[in-house]
């Protein structure tokens, strides 16, 4: 059976490119999915030689579906019925129901505009079209550290800082504050416009970074909770475990009087206040020094 490696190599219809790591880390993820008859979305096809390859590999495939807002994309044509390409912003209201009315979807693979406005809110408008077990994939994130992008390494709402709030959302029954998992992503929502009041935050059962690659898996709720205690073994010669401790269901401590937990404000609403206060103390500071 080729790689998509090989199949990368051997491929000479549509033009595809993706960085070599890619290839490496899709040869695993995909692994599961190889033989089964799935249905894969793409967002940003390009030139469409993706989805030729895609089909290739995921011989049993039953839809491979493209979604690109360049409107040469309607040239693209395919000698398989199983790759279709609808043409248009993936995140205009139109477009989405066009591709929600094609099901739900095993792998979705954004690989978009890269802007973090794009990035935020394909994930919000789309992750409910994602299977139980589906894998969510995001690439070249390497943007979101780039200022033509809405990036940069210490910017409050860039791509990569939302994804980063994911992993709190993993994390939730910890917490120890009555917040809602809403709360945490207020400045996307207001920036952004994107809404998080129906997003299924409790069925991400986790997320995996790679270089310029973001990997959100798909579960249900109640996989993606710690769960009871489980104790083996027979022999304790440095602790015996309390009794309790057997089949023990964790109860995360309030964490009300936590400093570093229980802010009046988000951490980036203050990195902001910080930022306006120093631009004005350095303007007042050039006032001074021209006096």
Same mark, same amino acid.
């Given at each position: ?24 880390? *899709? ?5 599961? *999915? ?14 469409? =030689? ?5 089909? #290739?590999?995921? @011989? ?11 409107? %040469? ?38 690989? =978009?505009?890269?802007? @973090? ?9 789309? +992750?409910? @079209?994602?299977?139980?077990? =589906? +894998?969510?994939?995001?690439?070249? +994130? ?10 940069? +390494? ?15 959302? $993993?994390?939730? #029954? ?16 207001? %920036? ?9 935050? @409790? ?22 909770? $710690?769960?009871?205690?489980? /104790?083996? =073994? ?14 023990? /269901? ?6 009300? #009087? ?6 009046? *404000?988000?951490? #980036?609403?203050?990195? $902001? ?13 050039? $006032?001074?020094?021209?006096?």
């Amino acid at each position: 059976m080729k790689s998509l490696k090989d199949i990368y190599a051997a491929h000479v219809g549509k033009v595809s490119d993706k960085w070599t790591i890619y290839l490496d880390e *899709y040869e695993e993820k995909f692994a599961n *999915y190889r033989d089964i008859p799935i249905n894969m979305l793409e967002i940003g096809i390009q030139n469409g =030689g993706s989805l030729e390859i895609y089909l #290739e590999y995921f @011989s049993n495939a039953k839809k491979i579906l493209g979604c690109d807002i360049n409107l %040469n994309c309607h040239k693209l044509q395919y000698l398989s019925e199983k790759i279709s390409v609808i043409v248009g912003d993936a995140n205009s209201k139109h477009v989405r129901e066009i591709i929600k009315a094609h099901g739900d979807f095993d792998i979705i693979i954004d690989d =978009g505009s890269h802007t @973090s406005f794009d990035i935020v809110n394909n994930f919000c408008n789309y +992750l409910d @079209s994602l299977k139980l077990g =589906g +894998l969510y994939v995001i690439e070249d +994130l390497h943007c979101s550290y780039w200022d033509g992008f809405d990036g940069g +390494l210490f910017h409050p709402i860039s791509s990569i800082s939302f994804l980063k709030k994911l992993v709190d959302m $993993v994390n939730y #029954e910890h917490w120890g504050l009555p917040l809602s998992r809403e709360y945490l992503l207020a400045n996307f929502s207001a %920036n952004f416009g994107a809404s998080f009041d129906k997003l299924p935050f @409790s069925m991400i059962h986790s997320i995996e970074f790679v270089n310029s690659l973001c990997f959100i898996r798909k579960a249900d709720s109640v996989k993606n909770e $710690v769960g009871p205690r489980i /104790i083996a =073994g027979y022999e304790s010669l440095v602790e015996v475990p309390h009794p309790e401790a057997y089949d023990q /269901i964790i109860h995360s401590p309030s964490q009300q #009087e936590n400093f570093y937990a229980n802010r009046i *404000y988000l951490p #980036e609403n203050e990195l $902001v206040e910080c930022y306006k206060e120093i631009q004005r103390l350095q303007a007042r500071i050039k $006032v001074l020094e021209e006096a």
